[in-house]
């Protein structure tokens, strides 16, 4: 189920990724600039931090999980108009160098638009989850969607 507009998904249909391999200088990167904290950005401290070693940021994780839902072309060209905000986001477990991350999002449910015919919003269950099948974060997202012309 690719390329879809908001009509297109239904309630308990799954969608996922393919996989996104993060490297101790992606992670680095990502901290020095948005989230400088120790076990982030020092691989030395890290080791005697709270994780034993380097993690990537929470928010790197949610980003990449962004990248990879748009990558996949879950949505069709042009359906996207943004997002009104997310729910429940939790950091489940850490994510180090070289974690191979994905995607797997479950459809809650189809709201269309009251006021807006063209659109509605699609929310959903999306967990991220590393090499192991362990799940490393949850939230449920919320896309609005346009919905597809009809004749």
């Not at 401290?45 to 790197?60: E, M, N, R, T, V």
Request: glycine fraction near 10%.
């Amino acid at each position: 189920m690719f390329h879809c507009y908001l009509d297109d998904f239904a309630e308990g249909s799954i969608f996922e990724t393919e996989g996104k391999t993060l490297s101790e200088a992606e992670i680095l990167e990502f901290a020095l600039k948005y989230d400088p904290q120790p076990f982030h950005m020092d691989v030395e401290a890290a080791k005697d931090g709270p994780f034993g070693g380097l993690i990537a940021s929470g928010l790197q994780t949610m980003a990449i999980g962004l990248r990879m839902l748009l990558q996949a072309q879950i949505f069709a060209p042009g359906a996207s108009m943004g997002s009104p905000g997310m729910d429940e986001l939790r950091w489940l477990k850490p994510v180090y160098p070289g974690d191979t991350l994905r995607l797997r999002g479950e459809v809650l449910e189809t709201i269309p638009s009251r006021s807006k015919p063209d659109r509605g919003v699609l929310r959903y269950r999306m967990t991220i989850f590393n090499q192991h099948g362990e799940d490393v974060m949850s939230m449920l997202g919320m896309q609005i969607l346009r919905r597809q012309a009809t004749d």
